[in-house]
Nanobody, 120 residues
């Protein structure tokens, strides 16, 4: 079994910072890519940032220059550093891991989400 667990959400004032973590555990051979998504009330889930196994990153235009995604392969953990937060960043943030198992196949796993609230 594989578990993906996010942490680090909370309440922060506009202009503040938070660092989210996403840890994968279980029968993981390797983590191919990690994506951070968010979903605000009444909105569709959207991709915020993504990092591939080689370190290539991709960001939504709305967070470029403010958010940074990174990963620590040894710890099987990915991070999302969020700076200069705005009220419109308020959402539940989800981590998605594309994981390769020992059978050679890749599988997609989601965490349970962590709430981020940015007050004005």
């Amino acid at each position: 079994q594989v578990q993906v667990v996010e942490s680090g959400g909370g309440l922060v004032q506009s202009g503040g910072s938070l660092r989210l973590s996403c840890a994968a555990s279980g029968t993981v051979f390797s983590i191919e890519s990690v994506g951070w998504y968010r979903q605000a009330p009444g909105m569709q889930r959207e991709l915020v940032a993504q990092i591939a196994s080689g370190g290539t990153t991709n960001y939504a235009d709305s967070v470029k220059g403010r958010f940074t995604i990174s990963r620590d392969n040894a710890k099987r953990t990915a991070y999302l550093q969020m700076n200069s937060l705005k009220p419109e960043d308020t959402a539940v943030y989800y981590c998605n891991c594309i994981i390769k198992k020992i059978d050679g196949y890749t599988y997609s796993y989601w965490g349970q989400g962590t709430q981020v609230i940015v007050s004005s």
